[in-house]
């Protein structure tokens, strides 16, 4: 068989440049792949042809990356193009909204650059491929596709369907050995048309790629000149199985299987199976209509045995059902009123977009995310199977309430508190210093991936229901969600936590607040009072990871007291939209007589401090936060 290079125009016979005509027509790849969907009759306008545009010219077979690319039997093609603002590349990818990337070469652009960025260690590798089930993601892998075999990927593992939960592609990475995959997905943003879409990649270990990559992406972003595109046809997604284009392989795979092996590997399935089959448990699983539905039937119905009308809104839709898909108390009202309703349910859980984040709820009782890691925690040796032998280690973002830090005193673990974001725990858990982490924002996960974990945690806690009512005889008084917070609080006492959230603030009235408050830290001192409250530190939070020796500053104002309280302020998003001010406050306390008090009523003069130490109201005129979680 023979290879074929940049600017050839078909396999076989002789090598041949050409100078495509650019008034003739030939099939776009946009609008090849919204064929199957009928998106290019109605949204034609947003993706201009890529092949009208293609020119294979001669002197492209000199370039520097053209001339790395070979795959045998596939035509590669030169696609001109040039740089496109607004792809600053995060951890969490780049999110936009949909038209955005539908637009002309906006996704193929990040993709190319993208492996630009990864350069000759990428070639010849297999890579994954997958998303969450939001519109246009069907039609993005096949540009992808096309992309990944014109730059010398050897093979795209990629979900059915184009799903693939973030937390099952890290998984998917790791037992796989896959060189890293790229995750479509805006997260817990909606999705649709007129809403979000993203995309990030994650590199070989399974974890979010880190800042030396996505720093690379922008910087090929900035320049692009070309899209190096494979001339291969629609691969169907529909069905499990290899399509081998010449050299190049797309495998479409079951999105269940790594991932629930990884799982399987985690937990006692077969002790949770004889839990959920007590007729005198109950629980509810929402789904939110989007990517854990794909996953909420096989595990819950077909593994643990559970009744299918334990599942809500377990079918992904495109548009998410219209809502917000944030397992929070706001977004999931439907869960909630379930399980603070009549006859409620004993456990009620909710993951988001992308399946990395959850919320746990008891009949009548919300459990915080704080307090759930500090649990599972407290609770995982004896619980799960993974941790029988003890955790290496715990860690937390910074804002997170202490909670955890007080398991890890008691256990006598090694306690990490980083900035926000996975990156900082995936370093730690890559040297085995830690096994559990999570984040105030209903991220929790441990060392089994490199990703926040939705379903992680649901089976986590169902461990520790399963666990704790061992001995408890069918009818007899189950142990509850409750019963057990309220143990873990007679145990180490409860944290009282609330964020505030203070939304489309001018920038700079939130950088005069935050100059305010650093002026205020200067002048401050260890025994000093606040209100109420004695100091015991106040600095902005700075990071020195202790596995690189990385350094992150300005990670947010803390004020910590000397009972434990903390008053935190992180400002998110700066730029021409606004900020977000957000506010964390807590109150630590172990009088048992105070554990079921409402928590705005015991943070409210911590609250009031607050205020009036940053000056917020003078500072943005805001007089109440936008949100209250």
Known sequence: MQNCTLSSTRCGGSFATAHTNPSTKQSSPFRAANKATGLSQQFGNLSASLKERVSTRAQASSSPIAAAVKMEGVTVTTVPTKPIEGQKTGTSGLRKKTKVFMSENYLANWVQSLFNALGDEAKGKTIGIGGDGRFFNKEAVQIMLKLAAGNGIQKVVVGKDAIMATPAMSALIRRRGLYGGLIMSASHNPAGIDEDWGIKFNYSAG?????????KIFGFTQSISELLMADIPEVDLSKIGTTKIGSFEVEVVDYTSDYFATLNEVFDFDLIKKFVARSDFRFVFD???????????????????????????????????????????????????????????????????DGDRNMILGDHFFVTPSDSVAIIAANAQKSIPYFSKGLKGVARSMPT??????????????????????????????????????????????????????????????????????????????????????????TYGRNFYSRYDYEGVESAQAESMIAHLETVIKSSSKGQSFGKYTLDTADNFTYTDPIDGSVAKNQGIRFVFSDGSRIIFRLSGTGSAGATIRLYIEAYTKDASTFESDAQDVLKDI????????????FTGRDKPTVIT
Not at 207 to 215: F, S, V
Not at 310 to 315: E, Q, T
Not at 607 to 618: D, M
Request: charged share 20%; with cysteine; hydrophobic share 40%.
């Open 401 to 490: 309430s202490g909670a955890l830090d007080r398991v890890a005193s008691a256990l006598k673990l090694p306690f990490y508190e980083t900035p926000t974001g996975w990156k900082y725990f995936g370093n730690l858990m890559d040297a085995d210093q830690c096994s559990i982490c999570g984040e105030e924002s209903f991220g929790t996960g441990a060392d089994h991936v490199r990703e926040k974990d939705g379903l992680w945690a649901v089976l986590a806690w169902l461990s520790i229901l399963a666990t704790k009512n061992a001995d408890v005889p069918e009818g007899g008084k189950l142990v509850t969600v409750k019963d057990i917070v309220m143990d873990h609080w007679a």
């Open 207 to 215: 974890e979010p790629a880190p800042e030396k990559i996505t720093d």
């Open 607 to 618: 609250i009031g401090t607050a205020l009036e130490v940053s000056k917020l109201q003078e």
């Open 287 to 353: 789904a939110m209509h989007a990517v854990t539905g794909a996953y909420a039937a096989p595990l819950f119905v077909d593994n643990l045995g559970a009744s299918a009308d334990s599942l809500r809104d377990a079918v992904p839709l495109p548009d998410f059902g219209g809502g917000h898909p944030d397992p929070n108390l706001t977004y999931a009202k439907e869960l909630v009123e379930i399980m603070f309703g009549n006859n409620a349910p004993t456990f009620g859980a909710a993951s988001d977009g």
